[in-house]
């Protein structure tokens, strides 16, 4: 399950994304837009986004936010059904997955 904090919108600045991933000891955060006073899921995006899109090109890192370089395929299960979908998914080749 995703903790919380690791949730931002966005607009979230790269260098950001990093700190939190550090500070929470995750390799991802997911990207959620506001819609009707709901965070909806959108994306998500890893630190191997990071290396691969920004630091191994030698790019500004202060020139990119979050929602440039997200992965859009993110899939929603229901909290009660993760674990079994964790598994199922895992099986299919590490398809990130959300339970919001």
Same mark, same amino acid.
């Given at each position: 399950? @995703?903790?919380?904090?690791?949730?931002?919108?966005? /607009?979230?600045?790269?260098?950001?994304?990093?700190?939190?991933?550090?500070?929470?000891?995750?390799? =991802?955060?997911?990207?959620? =837009?506001?819609?009707?006073?709901?965070?909806?899921?959108?994306?998500?995006?890893? =630190?191997?986004?990071?290396?691969? /899109?920004?630091?191994?090109?030698?790019?500004?890192?202060? /020139?990119? &936010?979050?929602? =440039?370089?997200?992965?859009?395929?993110?899939?929603?299960? @229901?909290?009660?059904?993760?674990?079994? &979908? @964790?598994?199922?998914?895992?099986?299919?080749?590490?398809?990130?997955?959300?339970?919001?």
């Amino acid at each position: 399950m @995703q903790p919380r904090s690791s949730v931002r919108d966005r /607009e979230t600045s790269i260098p950001e994304a990093a700190q939190l991933m550090r500070r929470y000891h995750v390799g =991802d955060l997911v990207v959620v =837009d506001e819609i009707d006073g709901k965070r909806v899921p959108v994306g998500i995006v890893t =630190d191997r986004d990071i290396v691969i /899109e920004i630091i191994s090109q030698s790019l500004d890192i202060n /020139e990119f &936010k979050v929602g =440039d370089i997200m992965s859009l395929q993110l899939i929603s299960v @229901q909290e009660r059904k993760v674990y079994l &979908k @964790q598994f199922a998914y895992a099986r299919q080749g590490n398809t990130p997955y959300s339970d919001y």
